[in-house]
C-alpha cells in the first residue's frame, strides 16, 4: 500500500515536507520517512514531526 506522510523538521526555522512510501501500514510509512529523512538531512529522530499519514488509492 501507498501512504503520504506530511509534517516538518524543527531545526533552524520549519521545513515542511510531503513525501509518499510503500509500506504496510501508517506506522512502517511513519518510519521509513523518518529514517530516509534523517539520513538525507542530518536530523534526529526527535526534530521530526509528523502531521498526518493518509492512504494514497
Not at 506530511?6 to 510509512?29: D, L, P, Q, S, W
Amino acid at each position: 500500500m501507498k501512504f503520504s506522510v506530511e509534517g516538518f523538521v524543527a531545526r533552524k526555522g520549519i521545513k515542511k515536507f510531503k513525501m509518499e512510501a510503500e509500506a504496510t501500514n501508517e506506522k512502517h510509512a511513519t518510519a521509513l520517512i523518518i529514517t530516509r529523512i534523517g539520513s538525507k538531512q542530518g536530523v534526529k529522530k526527535n526534530a521530526i514531526r509528523i502531521e498526518s499519514v493518509k492512504k494514497v488509492d
